[in-house]
């Protein structure tokens, strides 16, 4: 009876350091596969990825794409920008990596959207800093904006499988600004042209007012 119930015992600590085996190999092969996959996943930026700029002035962002070994052969871009912020004012994408265009670029300045699927013939496309395309916004208003990346974005892999191996699509912040006041418009009516020499020791200025400021203050040298 002792032999039977050590030969149970035994059966017992064996299947239990099977089970608790079997369970390490779970975890590890599972953390393997998340960490794999982790490297694996490629990278959507804008550069830069921060700035401030004033109203009425332009600026370039271009979006650059990091594959991490992995050949691409589709790119779909939906991009949302700020229209009550910035305008785009170059409906072209310029210089890219793309080279077909299942759906070529549409945009939008009403809806702040950018949107295409961009193709590279097999065997695709391995880069760390590929430029996928450059953009040119116009700032309209003050204050703050953010170009991010949509729901529809993502990279497929030429495996044969389309697999998305889009891990990060990093997004942007900018601030924008009014501009700093010019100061006022000068005039004279005795010396109208400031490149001429005049004859007359006692020149007399005029300036506009400012709707910035409420107070002058002016330096007079010998040139």
Do not use: C
Not at 11 to 18: E, G, Q
Not at 103 to 123: D, H, K, Q
Not at 125 to 150: D, H, M, N, W, Y
Request: aromatic share 14%.
């Amino acid at each position: 009876m002792e032999n039977k119930t050590l030969i149970f015992a035994n059966i017992k600590l064996i299947a239990t350091k099977f089970s608790w085996y079997f369970v390490f190999v779970l975890v590890f092969f599972s953390l393997f596969g998340v960490l794999l996959k982790t490297a694996e996943a490629a990278t959507l930026s804008v550069g830069p990825a921060s700035g401030t700029f004033v109203v009425g002035s332009t600026f370039d962002v271009s979006f650059l794409l990091d594959t991490k070994n992995v050949a691409i052969n589709t790119v779909e871009i939906e991009l949302d920008f700020p229209a009550d912020k910035i305008q785009l004012t170059n409906p072209t994408l310029g210089r890219s990596i793309i080279q077909l265009w299942p759906a070529p670029p549409t945009f939008s300045n009403r809806e702040g959207r950018v949107y295409f699927v961009g193709g590279i013939p097999s065997p695709g496309i391995t880069t760390s800093q590929g430029l996928v395309f450059t953009l040119t916004f116009r700032v309209v208003a003050p204050g703050k904006g953010e170009l991010r990346f949509g729901e529809k974005t993502s990279l497929l892999a030429n495996d044969g499988k389309g697999t998305n191996i889009l891990g990060n699509a990093l997004p942007a912040f900018f601030t924008f600004l009014v501009p700093p006041p010019q100061g006022p418009t000068i005039s004279s009516p005795t010396h109208p042209d400031q490149e001429q020499w005049y004859q007359n020791p006692g020149p007399t200025f005029i300036w506009s007012q400012s709707t910035f400021g409420n107070a002058y203050s002016y330096v007079i040298d010998q040139n």
